[in-house]
């Protein structure tokens, strides 16, 4: 069973269309993190959710949204794909120990065509 | 605000070899620091981290890494590598919020 299950492991999509990732977690913990990575710039912060109903912006979150409406979930939303959102997505949530890190799913593989 | 940088975007490394990746960050405060290590088609694994306490700190797969406050770095070593450990290495930092701020990777590439 993982522990976050990341769906779909690959999409292909066309400009301007909506496409939400989704971000299952079976640890019930509070803090939530999307995270997109690009060649050449490691992984950069979308949004994050340190628990229900709490949402934050990320230093790349134009043009995504995500809702917390219960623990286990961190939908990530692109509300109108562009062809500079092709990338692959993480999903990673804090540690039970809270010692900073991350631990991450397997990454979500969008193209936007 | 914090930042992170890894010079070397590619190394090469024969098998047996030791191997040393180097990582310089940017933080106002005592930093908690990260190596993640991420092999083709892979999640993120976390191969040690740093946040007090003795600078040396041991990893997982044989991997260690040195904390040097007066050179803001936090350099990566394995004493002898293995063809398994082909993969790109991530170094995080940031504070106990878990809002991480990664360097661009470094590709490890191991040759027979």
């Known amino acids: 069973d993982a522990e976050i299950t990341q769906s779909p492991r690959h999409k292909i999509t066309e400009t301007g269309r909506q496409v939400t990732l989704a971000c299952h977690q079976t640890?019930?913990?509070?803090?939530m993190f999307w995270y997109r990575q690009d060649l050449g710039h490691g992984l950069r912060l979308i949004h994050y959710?340190?628990?229900?109903?709490?949402?934050n912006k990320g230093e790349v979150s134009d043009g995504y949204s995500v809702s917390r409406s219960n623990t286990e979930d961190l939908p990530l939303t692109l509300e109108s794909a562009a062809s500079s959102q092709t990338s692959v997505y993480f999903c990673?949530?804090?540690?039970?120990?809270?010692?900073?890190?991350?631990?991450f799913g397997e990454g979500s593989r969008l193209t936007v065509l | 605000a914090q930042s992170v940088t890894q010079p070397d975007i590619h190394i090469t490394v024969s098998e047996g070899a030791s191997l040393e990746l180097r990582c310089n960050y940017s933080y106002g405060a005592t930093p908690y620091l990260f190596w993640y290590v991420q092999s083709p088609g892979q999640g993120l694994q976390l191969l040690l981290k740093?946040?007090?306490?003795?600078?040396l700190v041991q990893g997982i797969k044989g991997f260690e890494a040195e904390f040097k406050r007066s050179q803001s770095s936090f350099n990566l070593r394995k004493p002898s590598v293995h063809w398994s450990d082909a993969a790109e290495y991530f170094c995080?930092?940031?504070?106990?919020?878990?809002?991480?701020?990664f360097g661009a990777g470094t590709t490890v590439t191991v040759r027979a």
């Open positions: 959710s340190y628990g229900v109903q709490d949402t």
């Open positions: 995080a930092v940031g504070p106990n919020d878990y809002k991480l701020s």
């Open positions: 640890w019930n913990h509070n803090n």
């Open positions: 740093y946040f007090s306490g003795d600078t």
């Open positions: 990673a949530r804090g540690t039970l120990e809270n010692t900073g890190e991350l631990f």
